[in-house]
């Protein structure tokens, strides 16, 4: 577990539904996915980039909903950058490590607010 933080910290989050639009490989890179995510009128679209590659095709992504961290400061990975992060949970499939998606319902409009 990692040290407990306030509830001040937590808030400095931007935690929101973002509907993937576009799914790709990038041709540069082994490890990356590059998604295409629509937050809504407030923020608009974002790419985001997430090293799941191995795991996940594309077509898994496109026109679902996921929780994701819009307020990261802009990250170089490889040729691209990326403008935030898909949150996912940790896991195990065949005894290997395996990140686990969490899609959600498409109720949840993007752009709307995770708390």
């Known amino acids: 577990m990692k040290a407990t933080i306030e509830y001040a910290d937590f808030d400095k989050l931007d935690l929101r539904v973002g509907l993937v639009t576009a799914a790709e490989v990038p041709t540069w890179s082994k490890k990356l996915m590059q998604f295409t995510v629509d937050f809504g009128p407030e923020i608009g679209t974002k790419t985001i980039l997430s090293g799941i590659q191995a795991w996940y095709t594309p077509e898994e992504f496109v026109g679902k909903r996921?929780?994701?961290?819009?307020?990261?400061?802009?990250?170089?990975?490889?040729?691209?950058?990326?403008?935030?992060?898909?949150?996912?949970?940790?896991?195990?499939?065949?005894?290997?490590?395996?990140?686990?998606?969490l899609p959600l319902p498409e109720t949840a409009e993007p752009g709307t607010v995770i708390r």
Do not use: T, Y
């Open 66 to 101: 996921f929780p994701f961290v819009v307020n990261l400061a802009e990250r170089k990975m490889g040729e691209g950058v990326s403008q935030g992060m898909m949150i996912m949970a940790d896991g195990m499939i065949d005894g290997q490590e395996h990140p686990i998606v």
